[in-house]
């Protein structure tokens, strides 16, 4: 925090450090490869239908992290508020579905 | 965004000449600058507050004796609904919301809040959720299912005139105005802070306005949904709350509380950020404790969330459910406790000086301990279903709402109203003030613990004679008269005080901490000449103890880009004010053909959705780049 605000004072913010193409290039590919996994995973269907349920969640799960940690910038310093914002509304948010699960429907 | 260019930097892209600067009227229709919206907020928050006061006044004089028929039955309802609901979320929030926006910015020494368009916004879109709330009194009656608006009661099998309409409709729209402005709040903090401020060197009352912001964004959304589900029920037909239907109407509750229980720590941590500024102020000390205050707000706020069902003990949660939400709940005594604490240990060795701001803040501390005390009581499942639904809830909200939000409302109010209008309020009617509420306060509310122990109902609107219920409803309402009194007093004040020239100083209390004292009452719209460089917690004390007059600045003397005024923030509201109107009146049938025809095809709705959506393309597709106050201006002034 003291060299932030030692670089506000001075009139100067670093806030990103500058990154090549080739990070942004691997992770967009990554991700084509993840949702392509899930698409061929249903295209092929019948095998065992838990299974591909089981493996879409994965690949969204980590679709979710890389969107949000490369693309959202949420893995890059400065980020912590949003980070901590973020968990926040999941948190809560999860509060109301097993509320609503748990004392609505299953009762 | 309003943010200083530097003199290199300055390139005017709106001069100072092509501004158009509005006058009366039209002024205050398109100001974003946040000191004239905090001025908007408290008159607007005034006259609900007014309006919820004197239902509470119907309220007590139909219960002065047994029997009574001053009013009937539906009106009774219809006035503690009408209570309830005005003085929440039309009365107190917004003048919460005015004195964020009154002293915020100045706070973090900011020259405008984040976003002054969506600011303006804010407040349009609450004046008119609120104005149609209350057109109910003469559309047809208002909204009487209680300000919790309990399924099935509210639904259109029991309730069948529009008033729950009302209800569902105004909310939603006022709703909007306070998430946008917390989501404000929360951008204007985290990112406009002066050099130097970091968040642990923040003011208290910034610290809880952030916390509440929160909470606001994090609470509202339920109650979003809960309106449009209750609005879908009634309206269109929908089941989500209707038994016969297949709903379930405990769903209703558990939306409601998810949400209402939040909006009360809305409600009280501003309050605890006003103590938290007067208090250190008139003890001229700091304040005791202040990291495991921030840590008392964030675990309230967290804590917050995670207590709702303690509304609903009687509901048939089970004994499993239930013990786990009383722990819960009786956790939140801690960090409150901790504040109470820090407060007194604040005071404790101080020079203290009991001004209006300090009396007011020294009378929440006892008053509003009482409220979080009988808050446990009511924590404990077995007892809450003795108390359920009892004159002791009412006294216990009422302590901690009257006796904690609205006494630190009292404080911030005497304690920035030279800041916000440059008077200082007259300090021999602010203790009469003072005196006349407090003791009002307690005569209406403290009697009302026995009543209830004693058996007396909430709601009812009346109740038979020899059940010892007479004389303390007596007294009780002899009190709320007092409180009247009370508010009198302080209009009054207002009133003597708005004659009297100008003339308060930069810092009118003379140990002002913080950075609101370091510029001139009332600041000029730019705020700060110069942004202040903050070199500790209490910045402007601290440049006091080192023999300063005045911040070190954190920037040389430049152009200050400031936003443009505008009238679309109350188009839109105007807009969406229509499209609620028109879609609550969907399913009627009119007298008159051509009524019909236009209300029930949605013409009216589409009419105002047409409004607001025109005004949002008109402002999406005109580049404003706002103006440049120059420093020949500055230096002329």
């Given amino acids: 925090m003291t060299t932030d605000q030692q670089s506000k004072v001075n009139g100067v913010k670093h806030r990103h450090r500058t990154e090549g193409p080739q990070r942004h290039i691997v992770v967009f590919v990554f991700s084509i490869v993840l949702t392509l996994i899930a698409f061929a995973a249903v295209a092929a269907g019948g095998v065992n239908p838990t299974f591909t349920v089981v493996l879409l969640l994965i690949m969204a799960v980590l679709q979710v992290f890389l969107q949000m940690g490369f693309w959202m910038h949420l893995k890059d310093k400065g980020h912590l508020l949003p980070i901590i914002f973020m968990l926040g509304g999941f948190f809560i948010a999860g509060t109301c579905i097993i509320m609503a699960l748990y004392w609505v429907w299953w009762d | ?637």
């Fill in chain 2, 1 to 637: 965004m309003a943010h200083a260019h530097t003199l290199n930097s300055s390139k005017p892209l709106g001069h100072g000449s092509s501004v158009k600067r509005h006058t009366g009227l039209m002024d205050w229709i398109t100001t974003v600058d946040h000191k004239k919206i905090a001025i908007l907020y408290l008159w607007a928050g005034g006259l609900f507050f007014g309006i919820g006061g004197l239902e509470a006044i119907l309220i007590r004089i139909q219960l002065i004796k047994p029997m009574n028929d001053f009013l009937d039955a539906q009106t009774f309802n219809e006035l503690i609904t009408m209570h309830g609901t005005t003085m929440i979320f039309l009365g107190v929030m917004p003048v919460i919301f005015a004195l964020m926006n009154a002293v915020i910015p100045l706070q973090i020494g900011a020259r405008d809040v984040a976003f002054p368009f969506l600011n303006a916004l804010g407040f349009w879109t609450f004046l008119f959720g609120g104005i149609l709330l209350n057109l109910s009194w003469i559309m047809g009656g208002a909204p009487d299912a209680g300000w919790t608006s309990y399924a099935p009661l509210s639904t259109s099998t029991y309730s069948t005139t529009h008033g729950v309409d009302f209800y569902t409709i105004g909310l939603q729209i006022a709703g909007l105005g306070t998430l946008i402005g917390g989501i404000n709040f929360l951008a204007t903090i985290i990112t406009m802070r002066a050099p130097g401020m970091s968040f642990m060197r923040m003011p208290m009352f910034a610290w809880t306005t952030f916390i509440t912001s929160a909470i606001i964004l994090f609470a509202f959304p339920a109650i979003t949904v809960g309106l449009v589900l209750l609005t879908f029920d009634r309206i269109l037909g929908a089941n989500f709350f209707e038994v016969g239907g297949g709903g379930s109407p405990v769903l209703w509750q558990h939306i409601f509380w998810i949400f209402g229980h939040p909006e009360v720590y809305i409600l009280i941590l501003p309050a605890f950020g006003i103590i938290s500024e007067v208090i250190p102020t008139f003890s001229r000390k700091r304040l005791f404790g202040y990291s495991s205050m921030v840590f008392a707000t964030i675990l309230i706020a967290f804590l917050g969330f995670m207590v709702w069902a303690h509304h609903m003990f009687t509901t048939g949660l089970g004994p499993v459910a239930n013990a786990l939400f009383s722990v819960s709940t009786m956790l939140i005594a801690v960090p409150t406790g901790i504040k109470i604490f820090n407060w007194l240990f604040t005071m404790w060795g101080g020079q203290v000086r009991f001004t209006t701001p300090n009396l007011f803040a020294a009378g929440f501390i006892p008053t509003f301990t009482m409220g979080g005390v009988t808050g446990v009581m009511l924590a404990s499942a077995p007892a809450d279903f003795q108390f359920h639904d009892t004159y002791f809830v009412v006294a216990h909200f009422h302590y901690v709402i009257v006796g904690g939000l609205v006494l630190g409302l009292f404080a911030g109010l005497h304690y920035w109203w030279p800041k916000m209008f440059g008077r200082m309020l007259s300090e021999s009617l602010g203790k009469w003030t003072f005196w006349t509420f407090i003791l009002g306060f307690h005569m209406t509310f403290f009697v009302q613990h026995f009543l209830g122990l004693m058996g007396m109902q909430r709601r009812v609107f009346t109740y038979l004679p020899n059940q010892q219920f007479d004389l303390l409803n007596l007294v009780s309402t002899i009190g709320a008269f007092l409180m009247g009194v009370g508010m009198i007093i302080f209009l009054i004040n207002i009133y003597l005080t708005s004659r009297r020239p100008a003339d308060a100083s930069n810092d009118p209390w003379e140990d002002g901490r913080t950075l609101e004292w370091t510029i001139p009452s009332p600041p000029p719209e730019y705020n700060f000449k110069q942004t202040p460089l903050v070199r500790g917690i209490d910045a402007f004390w601290k440049e006091k103890t080192a023999g300063h007059t005045a911040m070190t600045p954190a920037e040389p003397v430049g152009s200050i880009h400031m936003p443009s005024a505008t009238a679309i923030p109350f188009v839109m509201s105007v807009g969406i004010f229509i499209a609620g109107l028109g879609f609550m009146f969907s399913r009627d049938e009119f007298g008159n053909a051509f009524m019909s025809f236009l209300f029930n095809n949605y013409i009216v709705t589409a009419l105002g959705l047409l409004i607001t959506f025109g005004a949002m393309l008109i402002r999406s597709l005109y580049d404003d780049h706002g103006w440049h106050i120059e420093p020949e201006e500055l230096e002329g002034r």
